[in-house]
């Protein structure tokens, strides 16, 4: 098992000596129990990381460690967004939570127009808040140092501007009128950006794939079976990592 993850700010030690406090100390004091000699990583969640060696605790919230060397993950490449539409219930937090969990680099919400959920107001902004608090908790349990990107709710021609400066544009989606070609068969690039829409439930409007087809986005599917849209993104990133060598 690997050493678990905690979120620091900042690096500022005293010396060679750091203390983690605050909400992510008292996780690792009370919760995980961590003893004198168990190791931990402590990253900012933007790629700098340093593995550490714990010395003991001050009270219930503060783990003293010996900090190891700062060292910074690069940012892999090629780059993956996914464009998720808003589900409806707690599925949106699914959907971040797992596309994290499988190396997901940016997540963007979009009101598409068939979206039942509304993100209005107060009400948008707690769900976003909820979306980003959930990629946060998900990059550290599946030990990440170099968490996703959660950008705030776009439009649809905001999306279309964001395909259209992608090395590989992509629209989950199929039916009788627009023909859709398999995602494993796309011809990706060994580089840059790849950005890939995934529609709501009741799919993505005509409107919408015409402007998104003006943009140089293509429609694509993953297989024979139609997947939610909470895990469509998850499968199609775990598909596109796999292709590019980002897991090899």
């Not at 004091?29 to 961590?34: D, E, G, N, P, T």
């Not at 990440?144 to 776009?154: G, L, N, Y």
């Not at 939610?228 to 598909?239: K, M």
Request: aromatic content about 4%.
């Amino acid at each position: 098992m690997t050493a678990p993850v905690f979120v620091v700010e900042h690096f500022d030690p005293d010396g060679d000596r750091y203390v983690l406090d605050g909400p992510e100390g008292r996780h690792a004091v009370s919760v995980k129990r961590l003893q004198a000699g168990e190791e931990v990583v402590l990253t900012d969640g933007a790629g700098r990381h340093a593995v550490c060696e714990v010395i003991g605790s001050e009270g219930k919230d503060r783990l003293v460690v010996h900090l190891g060397e700062i060292s910074e993950e690069p940012a892999p490449s090629p780059r993956i967004t996914v464009v998720q539409a808003l589900p409806k219930g707690d599925r949106g937090e699914l959907a971040v939570e797992t596309m994290t969990e499988v190396g997901v680099d940016a997540i963007v919400p979009w009101q598409a127009a068939r979206c039942i959920t509304q993100w209005k107001g107060d009400r948008g902004l707690k769900a976003l808040g909820k979306w980003r608090s959930t990629a946060r908790e998900a990059g550290k349990q599946s030990r990440r140092v170099r968490f996703p990107e959660v950008a705030d709710a776009a439009t649809t021609r905001q999306v279309a501007a964001l395909l259209a400066g992608a090395d590989f544009a992509a629209v989950l989606h199929s039916d009788f009128e627009h023909p859709s070609e398999p995602l494993a068969t796309a011809e990706l690039p060994a580089e840059g950006e790849i950005v890939l829409v995934v529609g709501p439930e009741g799919g993505v409007s005509r409107d919408e794939l015409a402007l998104f087809a003006q943009a140089g986005a293509k429609p694509y599917v993953l297989g024979p079976t139609v997947l939610r849209t909470s895990t469509a993104g998850t499968a199609a990133a775990a598909l596109l990592l796999g292709r590019t060598g980002r897991w090899s």
